[in-house]
């Protein structure tokens, strides 16, 4: 399953997910099995759910800006939508939340979500690549987390891994374009560090954990598919690592 490159065409998605979710299903199990999160922690779930509604404000706000239509006629799904998700208490059944998610809906809502395509431009990304960088992230979190790294370096590590896992978590939220952001966002943190990891670059255990973080950041920016106006853009991530590597 590849995530759309638009705000509309992620939230149908998602949609149609809970749709077809058992309504005896608690809410707070329903959207952290859709974004394979551990239900028992609730800030995560929270926190997800909070990302659930920027995405339909994303959605309504992006389709309101769609030039030479009517875009009264696009909207109309949304105040449904926000209905629904002024229901949304983590305690509740998936039958006490989702009734205004009827057929009629979705429907209009896939009208606005094709139209929203061809209207702007965004990187996608395959759900399938996302697991394998789950399981590199957490054999680099737990690997850090047991080495002698500085104190302060390790804290830099978590911190960073960690912001990756959320924006793996809520890509089908945010999509791609939402993770590039949160690589950007890393990539910078590692900048303002480069003295203490060059330090830290000795050759062996630590500099390899270094390595692995560089990586990883790194594989997961060149699986994002750009569209052709960002094509230009995506090279110098990756040269960028090389170059800091060879510092090391």
Request: aromatic share 6%; net charge negative.
């Amino acid at each position: 399953m590849r995530v759309r490159n638009n705000p509309a065409g992620r939230l149908l998605d998602l949609l149609e997910e809970l749709r077809n979710t058992n309504g005896n299903t608690p809410v707070r199990r329903v959207f952290a099995h859709m974004f394979n999160a551990d239900e028992n922690d609730t800030g995560e779930v929270l926190r997800l759910l909070s990302d659930f509604s920027g995405l339909v404000r994303d959605a309504k706000s992006a389709t309101s800006r769609i030039a030479n239509v009517d875009t009264s006629l696009y909207l109309a799904p949304y105040f449904r939508i926000e209905e629904m998700i002024g229901r949304i208490s983590l305690e509740k059944l998936w039958h006490q939340v989702k009734e205004p998610l009827d057929d009629k809906v979705l429907t209009e809502l896939r009208f606005g979500a094709d139209l929203l395509s061809r209207a702007v431009n965004g990187a996608e990304l395959d759900e399938d690549e996302v697991v394998r960088f789950f399981e590199e992230l957490d054999a680099l979190l737990c690997d850090a987390l047991s080495s002698d790294l500085p104190d302060q370096l390790k804290r830099l590590f978590v911190k960073n891994l960690e912001s990756i896992r959320h924006a793996l978590l809520a890509f089908k939220i945010a999509g791609a374009d939402g993770l590039q952001d949160e690589l950007d966002a890393v990539l910078g943190s590692i900048i303002r560090h480069r003295d203490e990891m060059v330090k830290a670059g000795d050759g062996g255990p630590k500099q390899k954990l270094i390595e692995r973080l560089f990586a990883l950041v790194a594989n997961i920016n060149e699986a994002v598919t750009f569209s052709q106006t960002a094509v230009a853009i995506a090279p110098p991530v990756a040269l960028f690592l090389t170059s800091f590597l060879g510092k090391l």
